[in-house]
Structures are given as C-alpha cells and as structure tokens.
C-alpha cells in the first residue's frame, strides 16, 4: 500500500471547481496585482483569526521578515526565538541584521521553553518569536508576560497553526504579530507561495502595508525601506476558495490523530520502540504534522520509505547546530532537548484524506520494525 506524506491531488480533486472558477476569474479580470481577492482574503484571515487586521503577503517566511522591519529591527539587536523550527524563523533575523539568540524546546510540546527566556534577556533584545510548531501553541501566558516585563516585541510564528488555540484564543491574536503561511503542505495551502501577517494594532497594520510595497506612501515617496512583499491576487483567490474547508481539514487531521493514538495503544508499542505520541496541552492542535518520537528512528525512516509510507523529519539540526549559525559560538548543554527531538522525531502521514486503513497500514508496519 502507498501512503504519502501528505496527498495534495486528493484535495483538488475534491474542491477542483471551485478553485479552477476562483483562477478563471483572476484571469478574466487580468488584475494580478492588489485585486479584490487580497483585501477579501485578509478579511477572511483576520476574521479567523479574531484580529482586527490582516496584510496580504508573498510568503510566510516574508511575514516574518516584514514584521520584524515594521519593527525596526536590525543590526545591533536580539532577537530571541526557539532552536527549533523551520529555518525561516531564524534565518529572518539574521537578515534584518540582528542577532538570533536561541532557547531550548519543552520536549513535550516541541515549542520555546518560556522558563528558559529570560537568562537570554539582555540590554539588546528587543523581540522574542515564539513559533507554534506542528500545529499547537507555544505558552504564550509566560511569554506575554517576559515580554511585557522587559518591553519586548512578540512575532508568532504560526505559520503551522493556522485555527490553532490557546486557551480559547487563535494563533496569531496573542502577539503584536501572527504570521502565517500558505505554502501548499500548511492546513491552508495556496498554488504556491503566500502568506499573511495579522496584527490588533492600526498602526502597526498600516505600516506593514507600505513596508510590503517598497515602504512607499504616497506611491514613489519613500519614508522607509521596505521590499515587494505583496500578495498575488491569483493566491489570495485560491484561499478563498479553499478557506471554506479550513475547520472540517484540520477536523479530520485531529481525527487521524486521535486514530492514530487508539492504533499505537492496540498494538502496544509506546515505550517498546514508539517513545511517546504527541500530545496536547489545553490547546487547540490543528495538526499540520503528527510528530512521534521513536528509537532507532533513523533506520525507521527508511523502513517505512521502503513499506511505501512518507515520512519525514522535521527538523533534523536543531539551529543552534546549523553551520551558518557557528559563529554564536552557543554550548551544547543549552540545548539538550532540541538536540534529543531532532534525533528522535518523525513526521507520518496526517493529511485530512487519509483513510482509516492507511493509518492501520502505517501503525502495523511501525509494529512490524520494532518486533
Ligand atoms: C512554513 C514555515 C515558515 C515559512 O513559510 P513559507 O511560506 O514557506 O515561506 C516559517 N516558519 C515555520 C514554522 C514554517 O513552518
């Protein structure tokens, strides 16, 4: 049996008039750039996201950096984030020219240990991102209050967490930035790349809009530097039309999920192989990866590559271990559970249209591994 990693042609298939007549009509109208589809679809995003404004742009990683410009940040900064994540989280800083400054994951959750901020606190920091990976919060209780305390700028990166909650309240609506994506393997996935930063702050939002348009207002006079960060209309119209689905995809990913957990318990292999199942901490997870955690994971992976299954490992360098980063000089005993999650953790199968057999496929051949 083949089980991808995440099956994209599926989801076409099952909404292909609808985002085919969303592209059409781009095309008809051949407003390509700012058409009527962007504000509409950050209307949309904002509204989920119960924030009052939303700025349409080309990518998550562009969320990020665009963020942190409006912020004013660069060299000579701090800015304090997770050792573990997707590049772009890290990578943004370095390119406004400030100085990434990493802390340890909670192994539970995978997220930036709030107790461990802030040692990392200096005279130089000025923001702190905290990212909610795999589709579940960071605490942001403890993070808003550091923050607080010490007059930072908080940027979530929920660029996996789209619908995502913690403590009743949506990612991205906690900070002074949400960014998110839409790279298509994110819960809300466009033709390409494309993303959104979401913010309650007016004038935060309307700086974001002239940093993403060459930092120009009025059109050709610049106060600032900013960059062409815009959101193709075609884009913003294939979330739109997908958007509609969002809570019944991320309904079925938390399906599969709980799935999983009664599969992995029948077959009696958590502790005997299978190290733990993730978990969910009083939050909403909107599972855009189902991460495990697992002996000889190496070895795992290429046994379930050959069984047919996609699998795969995010992330297996933690940043603080990246070669670019070398020169923070960062000690490895600062780092022991992202170091231990980027050797044991592995991503399966939890796409929406995964069927009730293919996750018994995936679990007896896991089964099979460890016997
Ligand atoms: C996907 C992702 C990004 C970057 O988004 P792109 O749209 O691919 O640029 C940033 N941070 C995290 C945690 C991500 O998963």
Redesign the pocket.
Known sequence: MKVPLLDLKAQYNSIKSDVDKAVAEVFESQYFINGPQVKECEAAIAEYCNCKYATGVS??????LISLMAAGIGAGDEVITTDY??F??AGCVSRTGAKPVFVDIDPVTYNIDPAKIEAKITPKTKAVIP?H?YGQMADMDPIMEIAEKHGLIVIE?A??AIGSEYKGRRAGSIGHYG?F???PS?NLGTAG???MVVTNDADLDSKLKIFRNHGSKPKYYHKFIGGNFRLDTLHAAVVLAKFPHLDSWSAARKRNADYYRKLFCEKDIIGKGVKCLPEEVTNRHIYNQFVIRAERRNDLQKFLKEQGIGNEVYYPVPFHLQECFAYLGSKAENFIDSSKAADESLALPIYPELTAEQAEYVVDCIADFYK
């Open positions: 990518s998550g990683t562009d969320a990020l994540s997707f772009a989280t990212v990976l990166d660029a996996q960014c994506s839409f790279f994110k790349d494309g993303g």
